[in-house]
């Protein structure tokens, strides 16, 4: 018997994932579901699985914070991602195990088959971080985040992100450097993906970044930002959004 741990934050999913787990694979027993990260690593710290089903994108950071803190060889995970650009470049690289959103049976199947091989073999997590680490930095307070484009995908530092605008299904995203690139997320993931202590939603189609932030003109809820932008900020967000910018800009070079 394998046993299994879910990590995804969409609850239909969740109860989707252990339909088809079990109608493909009676051998693999799921013995939790888990919404976040935090409760995803505390659950594989107590039940040690053999098996992680893993969604890339979850609320305060990705899939791939759960695995950087994993120790080497501590179960094998497949992601379940609805980016195939961003899938096929960075899993098949790492030979890990990944599955497309809407989940298909056949590709679960093939996905839970090629895990239990490599449980056997005890190769399991090790070589994607490897793979991780050509990506991520470890200075204290930078973070890349990948950002699925037409072309296929970009890894930009989080430090160098001003703001996200969204745009119907995507999302633009304007860097410090001048440029702004056009992203298939929607601008919910990028709420998931970005650092919390330092980006805020002041409305539902602006991301912002603190550090970047001028000035707020409270007559007419907009912020501005240091290369000029005005964005409105929400009746709702506002009160948050002044206790978040009061707590960070004491920390502000």
């Known amino acids: 018997m394998i046993?299994?741990?879910?990590?995804?934050?969409?609850?239909?999913?969740?109860?989707?994932?252990?339909i088809l787990i079990n109608e493909v694979d009676d051998e693999v027993k799921i013995i939790a579901v888990c919404e976040s990260?935090?409760?995803?690593?505390?659950?594989?710290?107590?039940?040690?699985p053999d098996l992680v089903f893993l969604d890339v994108i979850l609320p305060g950071g990705t899939g791939?914070?759960?695995?950087?803190?994993?120790?080497?060889?501590?179960?094998?995970?497949?992601f379940i991602t609805a980016h195939d650009s961003f899938a096929l470049e960075a899993f098949r690289h790492a030979a890990i195990g990944y599955v497309l959103k809407p989940v298909d049976k056949t590709d679960l199947k093939i996905a839970i088959a090629n895990a239990k091989k490599r449980i056997v073999t005890g190769d399991s997590t090790s070589d994607f971080k490897k793979f991780l680490q050509q990506f991520r930095s470890k200075?204290?307070?930078s973070m890349k985040i990948a950002i699925p484009t037409p072309e296929g995908?970009?890894?930009?530092?989080?430090?160098?992100?001003?703001?996200?605008?969204?745009?119907?299904?995507?999302?633009?995203?304007?860097?410090?450097?001048?440029k702004k690139i056009l992203c298939s997320y929607n601008i919910g993931e990028f709420r998931k993906i970005l650092p919390e202590d330092i980006f805020f939603q002041v409305h539902?189609?602006?991301i912002i970044s603190l550090h970047f932030v001028r000035s707020y003109n409270g007559k007419d809820n907009t912020v501005e930002l240091l290369d000029g932008t005005i964005i409105p900020v929400s009746r709702r967000s506002k009160g948050s959004f002044l206790n978040n910018f009061k707590l960070i800009a004491r920390h502000i070079d």
Request: proline content about 3%.
């Open 64 to 78: 791939f914070d759960v695995v950087e803190q994993l120790p080497s060889g501590t179960c094998e995970i497949i």
């Open 37 to 48: 990260i935090k409760s995803g690593l505390e659950s594989i710290a107590l039940l040690n």
């Open 204 to 206: 539902k189609s602006h």
């Open 139 to 141: 200075e204290s307070g």
């Open 3 to 18: 046993t299994a741990i879910i990590i995804e934050d969409e609850a239909p999913l969740r109860e989707l994932l252990q």
């Open 153 to 178: 995908f970009l890894f930009v530092n989080s430090k160098e992100v001003i703001r996200c605008e969204g745009d119907k299904i995507y999302t633009w995203i304007y860097l410090q450097n001048g």
